[in-house]
C-alpha cells in the first residue's frame, strides 16, 4: 500500500494499532496469538485517537494482491470454471505475516473463486501495512456442511480480529468481552480497527460487499462513510453490513458477488511461479469433531431453522 493509502486508512478509522492481537511468538498457522489487555496509559491513547483528526484524507488504497505463490489446480490453467477451478490461500508462514489461519479452520477449508480469493489477499495485505501489530486471522472460505449454510459458492470468508472485536471466541462455548474492561478511549482505538477493516473490505470490493457484524456502533459509523463514497448500488438486499445471529459479535462473515472482478497483482506477482495442487475434499465431520460447530442451536427469532455456525 502506498504510504498515501496508508493515512487514508488511518483517517478514515477511529483507532491505531496498540498492543491487542500483537503476535507474541513465531508465526504459526493453526491459531492467533493470544491477545494480552492493554497496558498503556491515558496519554497514549490520547496521542493516538489524535492522529485520526487530519484536515484531508489521501487517495484510497490501491488494493493490489501481493506477490506471494497462489496454490491452484491445472483445471484453471485450462480455462476452467469455478468449481472446477478454485485458488488456495496460500498457507500462513509464507504469508510474511499478513494473516494467519484461524484455529477452527482447516486448510482444505481455505479454497474460493479466483476472484475471492485475490480479494482477500488484497485486503489482508493493505491491513497490515495500516495495522502491522494487529493478528489478522482468516477463517472458512469454502466449506459447505454441518459448519455453514452458506460457504459453498466461493464468494465468503470469515475475517476475525482478536483482541479487537466485541467478543473473543475462547473456546469450550466462552465469548468474554474484549471492550468490558478498557476505557472510553481504548475502546475507541478497538473499534477503529474494525472499522478501518470493514472500510477496506468495501473498499477493495467498490462496494459489492456485505458484512455480518453485530456491533451496532460499528455499524452505524461504517454505513454512514459507505454512504458518502460513491460505491455503486450494493449488490445485496440486506445492504453492505447487518447484524446476525451472536457468532457475528467475535468475527465478520464477509460476502462479495460471485460476478467481482479480480484485483490486479503487485509488480511482479502475476509472473511468480504459482503451484498446481489438487483440491482436496474436507474430511468426514464425524472423523473430524472440529468441523461441526458446537454453536450450532435453534434460529433467532423463534425460527427452528439451525443457525450457521460461522
Known amino acids: 500500500m502506498a504510504g498515501g493509502a496508508l493515512l487514508w486508512v488511518l483517517a478514515a478509522c477511529e483507532g491505531a494499532p496498540r498492543e491487542h492481537g500483537v503476535a507474541t511468538g513465531p508465526a504459526g498457522e493453526d491459531a492467533p496469538a493470544e491477545t494480552p489487555s492493554a497496558t498503556a496509559g491515558t496519554d497514549d491513547v490520547t496521542t493516538e485517537l489524535a492522529r485520526l ?6 487517495e ?3 488494493c493490489e494482491v501481493p506477490a506471494l505463490p497462489i496454490p491452484r489446480p491445472r483445471a484453471c490453467g ?3 470454471p469455478y468449481p472446477r477451478c478454485k485458488w488456495l490461500v496460500p498457507p500462513a508462514p509464507r504469508s510474511e505475516g499478513r494473516y494467519r489461519r484461524w484455529r477452527n479452520t482447516i486448510p482444505e477449508h481455505w479454497w474460493a473463486r479466483e476472484s475471492t480469493v485475490r480479494f482477500v489477499l488484497a485486503v489482508a495485505d493493505a491491513f497490515h501495512e495500516a495495522f502491522p501489530e494487529q493478528v489478522l486471522a482468516i477463517g472458512d472460505l469454502d466449506a459447505p ?5 452458506t460457504h459453498d459458492r466461493g464468494v465468503d470468508v470469515d475475517l476475525y480480529l482478536p483482541g479487537a472485536l466485541m467478543v473473543e471466541n475462547a473456546g469450550g462455548g466462552r465469548m468474554p468481552s474484549n471492550y468490558e ?3 472510553p478511549g481504548e475502546v475507541e482505538v478497538l473499534r477503529g480497527r474494525v472499522l478501518a477493516l470493514a472500510q477496506l473490505l468495501a473498499s477493495c470490493s467498490r462496494g459489492a460487499v456485505r458484512i455480518y457484524y453485530n456491533d451496532a456502533v460499528v455499524r452505524e459509523r461504517f454505513l454512514a462513510w459507505y454512504a458518502g463514497q460513491g460505491f455503486p448500488d450494493n449488490p445485496f438486499p440486506e445492504g453492505p453490513m447487518v447484524a446476525h445471529n451472536r457468532l457475528h459479535e467475535f468475527h465478520f462473515h464477509v460476502s462479495v458477488p460471485e460476478d467481482l472482478a479480480p484485483l490486479p497483482f503487485a509488480e511482479g506477482g502475476d509472473a511468480l511461479a504459482h503451484p498446481e495442487a489438487t483440491i482436496l475434499a474436507p474430511p468426514p465431520a464425524a472423523s473430524a469433531p472440529h468441523l ?5 442451536r435453534p434460529g433467532a427469532e423463534g425460527s427452528s431453522r439451525p443457525v450457521a455456525a460461522e
Open 53 to 58: 483528526a487530519p484536515a484531508e484524507r489521501a
Open 60 to 62: 484510497t488504497p490501491r
Open 78 to 80: 485450462r480455462g476452467r
Open 145 to 149: 456442511g454441518p459448519r455453514h449454510a
Open 181 to 183: 474492561d478498557e476505557s
Open 292 to 296: 461441526s460447530s458446537r454453536y450450532r
